[in-house]
């Protein structure tokens, strides 16, 4: 089996409500911004892997994904 190879962009993770001081220090490694009622997550440079582990740590939180789409390094 390759191991995973980082991507070329951006996971980003939108999650419904607005992160406290918990959530953000349990995604430290991550950008965490509130966009109105939502927060999102941004995890540059990850691969599939790392995006998983994201996952998992969301679901241990009990946190409500509503989005999760990789952003492109390149210009479009």
Same mark, same amino acid.
């Not at 939108?14 to 349990?26: D, E, I």
């Not at 939502?38 to 599939?48: F, H, I, N, P, W």
């Given at each position: 089996?390759?191991?995973?190879?980082?991507?070329?962009?951006? /996971?980003?993770?939108?999650?419904?409500? *607005?992160?406290?001081?918990? *959530?953000?220090?349990?995604?430290?490694?991550?950008?965490?911004?509130?966009?109105?009622?939502?927060?999102?997550?941004?995890?540059?440079?990850?691969?599939?892997?790392?995006? /998983?582990?994201?996952?998992?740590?969301?679901?241990?939180?009990?946190?409500?994904?509503?989005? *999760?789409?990789?952003?492109?390094?390149?210009?479009?």
């Amino acid at each position: 089996m390759e191991p995973q190879k980082s991507t070329d962009g951006t /996971y980003v993770i939108t999650v419904r409500g *607005v992160a406290g001081p918990w *959530v953000r220090a349990a995604f430290d490694e991550a950008q965490v911004s509130v966009v109105g009622d939502t927060t999102e997550l941004r995890s540059a440079g990850a691969d599939q892997a790392a995006l /998983y582990g994201f996952l998992h740590r969301i679901e241990d939180l009990a946190l409500e994904v509503i989005d *999760v789409h990789l952003e492109s390094a390149e210009p479009t």
